[in-house]
Structure formats: structure tokens, C-alpha cells
């Protein structure tokens, strides 16, 4: 069942990639698993995604724990995140994809040194829409973000994250995503900031044909929460 919604999926990507003129491969679906029992995840598994995506730091050490067996498996933590729970994701992520101020950088990137990481990838959250409800930095802070990520050691500055404003109509999500690929160009472009991750179940489609090369995909692979 959750091996015909990801294949689904996967061809929504395929379908919107080819509108793009962009390869599939290009763009990274990271399956959205939070509050899906650690079950569904390991079907997941079993029908090849590798990439899931995480909004609450005990339940991401809990599923990451009871699927250690998992070969592959790349956690991406895509929730708000606080400076006091850095040290639980930092041993076990592939990526941050919420970092949005100095300060959360900084503890990030000693946290990983700790823990023995290197390269621990990080997309930095851009509010995209200024929606004060909104976590994110201002794109007028994020230069200094960015700055904040390159200077540690352990972390790899891998491109922008943003979330717009939820819309019935998925094409008014566009104007936002479009804004991030802006932004990406504004602060050094592609080679710098080769992630944009950016589209969710009802938005993907928008969200490739203006760049993304992550979407986060919960509700069309695991059903409703
Ligand atoms: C929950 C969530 C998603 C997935 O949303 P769906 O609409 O279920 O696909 C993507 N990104 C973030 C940051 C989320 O919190």
C-alpha cells in the first residue's frame, strides 16, 4: 500500500520533472514520516526510499533507534528546532533542514564536532512569505545565516528550505518558491546552495518546475496524519 503511493509519487516527479525540462534524478523525495509509527517507515524501506523527514526530535531518536537494522537510511530533520535538542539530532541526521539563525548554527555545528560528525548537511529555513508564525530567517538575515553555517568545521552549508503559506490552491504556492530560487541566487548561486528543498504532497509539481531538488512529501505517501 505505502509501496503504490510512493510509486505515485515518484511518477508525480517524474511527470513534473519532464514539464521542467529537468532529470528526475535531480530531485530528492524525502518521505515525510512524522507522526507515522516507525512500521510504516520500514515498508517504506522496503520499497526503496531511503530519504525520510522528521518534525520532532524524540520522535526522530525513537524511529531512529528501533530502525538502526535499516540500511541506507538518511534522516532529514525538517521541524523547528530548538537549541536545547541540538545535541539528540546532531549524532543522527543526514541533514537540517531548519536552521535559521546564527545562534542555532553555532550550536549545530558544535554538537556535530562532539559527536564526531563531519558534514553533517544543513539547508537554511528561509520565511519566505514574513508570515510572523512562521519559523524561518528573514531573507534580509539569511546572508549572515549562511556565513554562520560556512564557518563550522563540522557542517556543509547544502542550500535553502522554505515552507509557504498553506493555500487550497496549490499555484499560489509558486510566487514563494519562486522567491527562494531568487534568494539562492542572490547568495552564491547553485554552487554555493546546490539544495532547494521546497514542495509538499498537494505543491510538488510548482515547487519542481521552479527548482526544487528536495520535496517533502508526507501526507501522499503515509495518508492523512
Ligand atoms: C509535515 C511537513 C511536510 C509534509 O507535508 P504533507 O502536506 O503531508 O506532504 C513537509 N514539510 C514540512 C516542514 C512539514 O512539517
Not at 16 to 27: G, K, Q, S, T, Y
Not at 101 to 127: D, P, T, Y
Not at 196 to 203: A, F
Request: with cysteine; aromatic share 4%.
Amino acid at each position: 500500500m505505502i509501496a503504490d503511493r510512493l510509486a505515485l509519487v515518484r511518477q508525480r516527479i517524474i511527470d513534473a520533472a519532464a514539464a521542467a525540462a529537468r532529470r528526475p534524478e535531480d530531485i530528492c523525495l524525502v518521505a515525510v514520516s512524522k507522526t507515522k509509527p516507525a512500521e510504516m517507515v520500514r515498508e517504506a524501506h522496503a520499497a526503496g526510499q531511503r530519504d525520510f523527514g522528521e518534525n520532532y526530535v524524540q520522535e526522530l531518536s525513537a524511529k531512529a533507534e528501533a530502525l538502526r537494522d535499516l540500511e541506507g537510511l538518511r534522516w532529514h530533520m525538517i521541524g523547528h528546532l530548538q537549541r536545547n535538542k541540538v545535541r539528540w539530532v546532531a549524532p543522527v541526521v543526514h541533514s537540517v533542514q531548519t536552521v535559521d539563525s546564527i545562534r542555532l548554527a553555532e550550536e549545530l555545528g558544535q554538537r556535530a564536532q562532539v559527536a564526531g560528525r563531519s558534514g553533517l548537511r544543513v539547508l537554511v529555513e528561509v520565511n519566505v512569505s514574513g508570515e510572523p508564525s512562521k519559523s524561518g530567517c528573514a531573507p534580509d538575515e539569511l546572508g549572515s545565516v549562511l556565513e554562520a553555517v560556512a564557518a563550522e568545521p563540522a557542517l556543509e552549508l547544502a542550500g535553502l528550505m522554505t515552507m509557504p503559506p498553506y493555500t487550497d490552491d496549490p499555484a499560489e504556492a509558486r510566487p514563494f518558491f519562486e522567491q527562494l530560487l531568487r534568494l539562492r541566487d542572490a547568495h552564491g548561486g547553485r554552487a554555493r546552495l546546490p539544495e532547494l528543498s521546497m514542495g509538499m504532497s498537494h505543491d510538488l509539481e510548482h515547487a519542481v518546475l521552479a527548482g526544487a531538488t528536495m520535496v517533502r512529501v508526507g501526507t501522499a505517501v503515509f495518508g492523512e496524519r
